[in-house]
């Protein structure tokens, strides 16, 4: 398969855990981004890379929420002590220069 | 302000009758791009169909085509002939500062469109 990859695609954690997701791009892919998805709504952005340089961050991605890119190949999403309303589906895209390419989506649920 | 706003939260079409999905945006910049997103249940974002600000035509792809008015702010999804498979929520969504480094991409709210046999 050689589409954009999430994992895992479930998470279940309760309020206060720590959690990681990771997106795998499409390997010749420079761009890589977060977004967020919550029930009923559109996707909103969160962060971008170019190659491993985080070079734009949402207002939305409070001090819980880092990312990296460490090698420019595949992004970590980290959410810190986690809240109820970070339940979410986080999808990761990528691209070259054309359209967006988006995996199936990483879904969060905080009790 | 709502760059992107798409009033039909639900709609059924009767499958094999077309089916449009309305879009508008909001944006100063002269140069952007609209693209229709395709999201079943499954959760993967499906690109469908792509219009840039100064394309002379609408696009088209395959079933797909984009009525843009541009005066109007306006870049309405039409889908012909529709079939079972395309029961998903659409997401419209822009690209300002079509140039410019990254696709930074903002969505409306989505349709949920149901195909009926």
């Known amino acids: 398969d050689t589409g954009v990859s999430q994992n895992p695609r479930h998470k279940i954690t309760k309020r206060g855990q720590n959690v990681t997701f990771r997106c795998d791009p499409i390997?010749?892919?420079?761009?890589l981004y977060w977004y967020r998805q919550t029930l009923g709504q559109g996707p909103e952005f969160l962060t971008y890379?170019?190659?491993?340089?985080?070079?734009?961050k949402s207002r939305l991605l409070s001090d819980r929420f880092s990312a990296e890119r460490p090698k420019g190949s595949f992004s970590t999403l980290e959410i810190q002590r986690t809240e109820q309303g970070d339940s979410a589906m986080y999808l990761c895209?990528?691209?070259?220069?054309?359209?967006?390419?988006f995996g199936e989506g990483s879904r969060l649920t905080v009790l | 302000a709502q760059k992107i706003t798409q009033t039909q939260p639900g709609m059924f079409v009767q499958e094999k009758e077309a089916v449009t999905l309305d879009c508008t945006y909001d944006t100063s910049d002269p140069s952007y791009g609209l693209f229709w997103y395709k999201q079943p249940s499954s959760g993967e974002m499906i690109f469908l169909i792509y219009?840039?600000?100064?394309?002379?035509q609408n696009a088209t792809e395959g079933r797909y085509s984009l009525n843009f008015q541009k005066a109007r702010k306006s870049a309405n999804l039409v889908i012909s002939a529709s079939q079972l498979g395309d029961s998903a929520m659409y997401f419209c969504?822009?690209?300002?500062?079509?140039?410019?480094?990254?696709?930074?991409?903002?969505f409306g709210g989505g349709t949920r469109v149901l195909v009926k046999p």
């Open positions: 219009q840039g600000s100064y394309d002379q």
């Open positions: 890379f170019q190659n491993e340089a985080q070079l734009e």
């Open positions: 390997s010749e892919h420079n761009r």
């Open positions: 895209a990528s691209s070259w220069r054309g359209e967006l390419f």
């Open positions: 969504a822009m690209r300002e500062r079509e140039e410019a480094a990254g696709n930074k991409l903002t």
